[in-house]
């Protein structure tokens, strides 16, 4: 295209907004790498180098798995896809993590690989499939989510759901057979060489065999049938044999693990007998443990909650933004140009590295956020299209429109000026949207310039403005039909005449060459602006006289209404601002607006008032978000009793989810990120993720008071044979969000909420999990003791807990 241009003219490509999509699919690959590599380190610190290997493995698998299922069921990979993708990132090693560390325990028992894994695998097998069942039924209900925000989530639960199923595939079938074929260091004199899938082949093809036997016809067939016998074979062996090889190396690679990298034998035996004995103190003094911690888990949700900020989107490093500009409808276009050359020159002598392109829009203004069209030769918009992040580091683009709002040249006639940047997620309306509704609009027009300047004065408001335009100047004929009528005068011969004066009548035609000229003859320009030369027409009426127009009509100079607005079914002005988020958000202007105006006029009589926009939105996602959780809830309540057989013990594992709330207002806090609705949609997801831990304890508490063990016992033992994959799931899942949490390889602000959700909400979980559950478990027992209900086999006995249980480990006899 650009050869065929004229010489002189230039084209550039502007507002290209696929690089949002490769930024996006770089930062899942980085993100992906860094936090493979940081879950394998993780995984290094508490299981062999080999076992590490297999687990982190799952990662890839998973991916792929989640690639065919969204291929298949028509999901592109676009960026709420990635973004799903990004959240499981972490999670997708859970599972193998359970699984390879209770192998893992087997082996350090002294059982052989097969049989660890055989044994490993089945213990853990229910345990499994309720987290990640949890996981997804935590998920699913955002795909039921009604409105703009479930269109906006519908792909992430499924996105989700397929990496999820794939790696819980993984770690049930392909994990346990690698640790039991590759469980024990490699011996590299019983690997056979290269040359081996070749003889292996030509002994099974029979291709060295004699032909004698076979008719001279047929030796032909024989050898040829005989040859791709061989070339099967040949690859087939190949395969395998690469495939062992590849298994063999990576096995080699986890020795070379093991060998340059801290034992865990060298440190996890002093944690977990310092995490016992805190653990046995907290069980000595649970109902004061219990007190304590709920009463400053408690005091610091209030505090944390009065401190915390709401914003719905907070998105400050937007791709570009628009400036609207709104002059007077009778203004020319030639005008609106001259206007948009001062706006463009200011925008230019901005820094080179911040701005890609201005693009000029004249005579249309098309809103951001409702995608609403305005027509008129005065309106304008300009579109500023920003570089890529990476081309100004550490400059948003919330940082450039603001630069650019300083110094705005001055405009004559300008009436009003509004910067809209591209807010990320779905399209919300304005910070603030107030509509006045009555049957008259000069009372409406009166009340909207009382708001906005009462809107002026509030720090942090910007963009004050309403949706109420007057139309263009016009003349209004009121003619006297009854008087035209006595005097044979027409009221369609007026309109005619009159519009002939001002817009041409046609008079004649000529021709001139092979084309047909018209010939219109009206009012000059100076004629026509004013109202004296109508009254100073004469009409013919139906006897051929000539009529004055004062005799029957009159004219009178005013504005029409560019367009009339309602609002349940009344004549409707909407006046609109923003917030900068720092002095003030868009929760509170509302409340003060609620505070006070409410929803009725106290001086205006039939004047009322709504409030929608960021507000109405925000409330319809909470309420959107409130019925996913409560229903995440209740689903994840369902199948934790169908595991459990139980009615109790349920709210035992869900107990960590309040938990987690306190850990998500912490990290928000800390990080002075507003709560949102990503952060809310990290909260819905940890409903799925926290129990996970808590499944785990609670069944291998269970299993051991089936296998003979009594109240203490069964609580300590599954703490303390529970506490590695505990920390190791919660763990691999942070580290898979650390990378977007602090931005290693670069991340997009609008993520940040949900990673903040995610890692603090998990990790505070965790710490807690670890001792709150086992009390937890011990007050149930102790309700059922107190309800006569016979527990255990074993009578009550709480000097058990004063033996040194950490030096005594559970060997298989005890849980066989």
């Known amino acids: 295209m650009k050869k065929d241009l004229p010489y002189g003219v230039m084209a550039r490509q502007s507002m290209d907004l696929s690089f949002m999509v490769r930024e996006r699919l770089d930062l899942l690959t980085s993100n992906g790498i860094q936090g493979l590599f940081l879950c394998l380190l993780l995984l290094r610190l508490f299981l062999n180098g080999r076992m590490a290997l297999f687990t982190a493995a799952g ?67 229910w345990s499994v499939i309720g987290s990640v069942t949890t996981t997804i039924a935590s998920f699913m209900p955002i795909f039921f989510m009604t409105g703009i925000m479930g269109k906006f989530c519908q792909s992430i639960p499924l996105v989700v759901t397929f990496a999820l199923v794939a790696s819980v595939i993984e770690a049930m079938i392909c994990l346990p057979t690698h640790l039991a074929v590759f469980g024990d260091p490699v011996n590299w004199d019983k690997v056979d060489h290269w040359g081996a899938p070749i003889r292996k082949a030509v002994a099974d093809s029979g291709i060295r065999s004699p032909m004698a036997r076979y008719p001279v016809v047929v030796r032909p067939l024989v050898l040829l049938g005989r040859m791709l016998a061989f070339g099967i074979w040949s690859l087939v062996y190949t395969v395998m044999h690469a495939f062992t090889r590849l298994m063999r190396i990576a096995q080699w690679c986890g020795n070379r693990f093991d060998a340059c990298w801290i034992s865990p034998n060298q440190w996890f035996p002093s944690f977990l007998s310092r995490y016992v004995s805190f653990l046995v103190l907290c069980l000595r003094h649970r109902l004061a443990f219990m007190v304590v911690s709920l009463s400053l888990l408690v005091s610091f949700s209030v505090y944390a909650s009065m401190r915390m900020k709401f914003e719905l989107f907070k998105n400050d490093d937007f791709v570009f933004f628009m400036i609207n500009l709104e002059m007077p409808e009778s203004t020319r276009l030639e005008q609106t140009e001259k206007a948009i050359e001062l706006v463009e020159e200011h925008l230019l002598g901005l820094p080179k590295n911040y701005i890609e392109a201005v693009v000029t829009r004249v005579g249309f203004i098309e809103d951001a956020s409702t995608g609403q069209m305005k027509y008129g030769s005065g309106k304008a918009q300009i579109v500023v299209d920003l570089t890529e992040s990476a081309v100004r580091p550490g400059i948003s683009g919330k940082d450039i429109m603001d630069l650019s709002r300083k110094n705005f040249p001055e ?26 509704m009555a049957e008259d609009y000069p009372t409406i027009l009166k009340i909207s310039e009382e708001v906005q300047s009462y809107l002026r004065t509030v720090p942090g408001l910007k963009d004050i403005k309403d949706d109420f335009e007057w139309g263009k100047e016009e003349f209004r004929i009121d003619v006297d039909e009854r008087r035209a009528a006595d005097l044979g005068i027409s009221v369609a011969e007026v309109a005619r005449e009159v519009r002939n004066a001002f817009a041409g009548g046609l008079a004649t035609t000529f021709t001139r060459g092979e084309e047909e000229v018209e010939i219109h003859v009206k009012f000059t320009e100076g004629y026509r602006s004013s109202p004296e030369n109508i009254r100073i027409m004469k009409f013919r009426n139906d006897k051929g006289e000539m009529v004055p127009f004062d005799s029957f009509a009159r004219v009178d100079y005013g504005r029409s209404f560019s367009s009339i607005q309602r609002w349940n079914q009344k004549r409707t002005v909407t006046v609109t601002a923003d917030v900068d988020g720092v002095y003030i958000t868009s929760r509170e202007i509302n409340q003060m607006m609620q505070d006070r105006y409410g929803n009725v006029s106290k001086d205006h009589a039939g004047v009322l008032f709504d409030y929608g926009g960021e ?118 899942t ?68 004063n033996q040194d249980f950490k030096s005594h480990p559970v060997r298989t006899g005890a849980v066989d």
């Open 734 to 801: 942070v580290a898979g969000l650390f990378p977007m949490l602090f931005g290693l390889s670069g991340t997009s602000s609008f993520l940040v909420p949900l990673a903040i959700s995610l890692v603090y909400g998990l990790t505070f979980s965790t710490i807690l999990t670890l001792v709150v559950i086992p009390v937890l478990m011990s007050l149930l027992d102790e309700i059922k003791l107190y309800s006569g209900v016979r527990l255990l086999r074993e009578e009550y006995d709480e000097s058990l807990l």
């Open 411 to 436: 405009i004559p006639g300008m009436m009003s000026i509004e910067f809209q940047e591209d807010r990320g997620g779905p399209p919300v309306g304005s910070a603030l949207t107030f509509r006045i």
């Open 615 to 732: 507000e109405e939105d925000s409330q319809e996602s909470m309420a959107a978000l409130g019925r996913a959780f409560a229903l995440a809830m209740l689903i994840n309540y369902g199948i934790i009793a169908t595991i459990f057989n139980s009615v109790m013990q349920p709210f035992v594992v869900m107990s960590v989810i309040p938990l987690s709330l306190v850990g998500v207002l912490i990290g928000l806090l800390v990080h002075n990120e507003p709560l949102g609705f990503m952060g809310l949609l990290g909260v819905v997801a940890l409903v799925g993720i926290v129990v996970n831990n808590s499944i785990l304890l609670v069944d291998f508490t269970n299993q051991a008071r089936k296998r003979g063990m009594n109240r203490w016992r069964s609580i300590l033992w599954a703490s303390r044979s529970r506490v590695r994959p505990i920390i190791l799931t919660s763990a691999t």
């Open 59 to 125: 990662i890839p698998f998973a991916m792929m798995g989640a690639f065919v299922m969204m291929y298949f069921t028509g999901i592109s990979l676009n960026m709420i896809s990635m973004f799903g993708l990004m959240i499981v990132l972490g999670m997708l090693v859970d599972d193998g993590i359970v699984v390879a560390e209770n192998v893992h325990r087997y082996r350090s028992m002294g059982f052989d690989p097969v049989t660890a894994a055989i044994k490993g695998t089945g213990e853990v097998f």
